[in-house]
């Protein structure tokens, strides 16, 4: 017993424990939305549930419990484990993708999800985790030849590429964010610029082909730098003009209410306006209910995630793909967040991203925990 003992004590003092400050940031921001969708609730309760206000948050709730169950389940799982079947989900999340395309059912005006009896969940969040954690066991196993175009480049810019345009497709501002991550993890796995410049010129010319082919998507644009780019005004992109317009005018109101206190918890004015309060502009039914100082509190979190993913779990990761993975994971879930702010006050155009943990959703939410749990099994395992 007393030989036993001292080995016990070494073992446990050696094993670093889970990255507390994620799993708060990450608490914090479920607490956060169930507050604030509970209060932004009302208008998808009585479009939707005929005024079921306590149904639509059981289901939001449940949603929460789900995804920081995935959290913390594969927060015990060895991320290494994991790796062996991104392959497998990315060809089951790529084909998903492509039967969007021919039964996929609407959301949001864009056809982006799949319909299981009375559930439907959105193929593109599969896709997205899969590519970035396949691509960390890319860029971990060619680190010997990284810098050879044929051997490394080209099997990592095919996925990238295949996924990337078959979520853009439906969903632009997902895939430009996940390719902002893909492109960062390539960088820190130093890839050569010049391979990742031929990336970002096929990605400005796609881009470009899939804003031009959209009205929607090239409104979107117009608004955002103030004058007309294209040659003719059609009556479609009238109607999308009047609609992204007055997102964006309730928008700036929520925020100009709010000043820098706020209104006051459950007393927002423009959840009754905003076409989406509960998912695309949670953030300012946050800033007109908290005012300035809860807008920046929130924002405080995801930079606390950001730092604490790249400065403690990235950095002392135990070898080169768990830095590669808490990089791209840590870079594509603090992005949502301020992405989602920006378009709120008007720094970029309308995308309809949600705000991990906090908007209202199903697949976001277990996206989200599954990539925050693969991150926090990194930070057991940190140097």
Known sequence: MNKRQPKSNVATATRPPLDKYILWVVLGLGAIG??????????????????????????HLLHIGIGIGVMLVFSRIDYHVVVRYSRPALIIGTG????????????GGAQRALQVGSMMFQPAELAKVSLLVYMAVLLARKQTYIESFGRAFAPLFAWVI???VLIGMEDLSTASLVLASAVLMCFVARVQVLQLGGLGLVTILLATLFLVSSPARMYRLEEFVGMRLSADGTEQVDDIEVEQS???????????????????????????FLPAPYNDFIFAIIAEEYGMLGALALLFLFLVLLFRGYLRVARHAPDPLGMFLAVGLTTTVAMY???HAAVTCGLLPVTGLP??????????????????????NISRQVK
Do not use: C, H, W
């Not at 925020?255 to 423009?270: V, Y």
């Open 246 to 272: 007055y997102q964006m005018r309730q928008s700036m109101i929520a925020f100009a209410l709010g000043g820098i206190a706020g209104q006051g918890p459950g007393k927002s004015i423009q959840r009754d």
């Open 355 to 376: 705000m991990p943990f906090v908007s209202y959703g199903g697949t976001s939410i277990l996206a989200n925990g599954l990539m925050m749990g693969i991150l926090l």
């Open 96 to 107: 998903l993708l492509v039967l969007v395309q021919l039964i996929g059912v609407s959301m």
């Open 162 to 164: 295949l996924t990337v």
């Open 34 to 59: 169930v507050v604030a969708v509970y209060s932004a609730i009302g208008y998808l309760a009585t479009t939707k549930a005929e005024g079921n206000v306590t149904g639509l948050m059981l289901r």
């Open 337 to 339: 967040g301020f992405v």
